[in-house]
């Protein structure tokens, strides 16, 4: 009689802590699920801080690059006698009117994001704010594409020339001038297409977020 108490015993025993460890093993799994989820959701607010970060940098990056190329070439234009005549030719972003809409579009899409980019709390308030930025997003992003695409339309004329208007290639003599102009175009191109993704993400947000009358 004792010995079948005592296994009872023991077996109640048992299945008390497997029960327990039933229990505890639900909070841990919902404990996870819920941290992961607070995760997914900070990275989830983080992509249009870090989006207009870099939008900064790379159109700061274009207009600063740009705006300071400048390169000197010195030539033999003639020879008087025995003596050359030199003449020195300078190639800088001021004699392209590309490529100053080029450093202007670029400088202003720099500004207009770091402003957002300090002024975010407040915008996020409201929806109204935010339908205004998305729309501003979206000319500055036509912005900086219509200055990248002439700017790299003149590019292309200076590395290439035309051969129908007889447009000599300068890149030849101007190479460092060419290929700071280059790193400025592709940094000017990254920023358009952080201007794109930013516009997606804010489309998507004003579509998610309620209509509320008043604001």
């Known amino acids: 009689m004792l010995t079948r108490t005592a296994s009872w015993t023991s077996h109640s025993s048992m299945d008390l802590e497997h029960g327990s460890k039933k229990h505890s093993a639900a909070p841990t799994a919902a404990t996870s699920t819920s941290t992961i989820l607070q995760l997914r959701d900070r990275f989830i607010a983080l992509q249009p801080i870090v989006l207009r970060a870099s939008a900064i940098l790379a159109t700061t990056v274009a207009a600063a690059v740009m705006g300071l190329n400048t390169q000197s070439y010195t030539a033999v234009v003639a020879i008087i006698g025995t003596k050359p005549l030199m003449q020195t030719f300078t190639a800088k972003f001021s004699d392209t009117p590309a490529f100053v809409y080029f450093v202007t579009a670029n400088a202003i899409a720099g500004a207009y994001n770091l402003v957002v980019l300090l002024m975010r709390r407040l915008i996020l308030q409201r929806r109204t704010p935010s339908l205004v930025v998305h729309m501003l997003d979206m000319v500055i992003m036509v912005m900086l594409a219509t200055g990248a695409a002439t700017a790299a339309s003149m590019a292309y004329l200076g590395k ?10 300068i890149c030849d003599k101007f190479g460092s001038f060419c290929s700071r102009g280059g790193i ?7 920023g358009v297409a952080l201007m794109l993704a930013l516009n997606l993400l804010s489309a998507a947000a004003n579509a998610s977020r309620p209509n509320v009358v008043g604001q």
């Open 160 to 169: 290439n020339g035309n051969l129908h208007t007889r447009w000599n290639p």
């Open 184 to 190: 400025a175009l592709v940094s000017s191109f990254i």
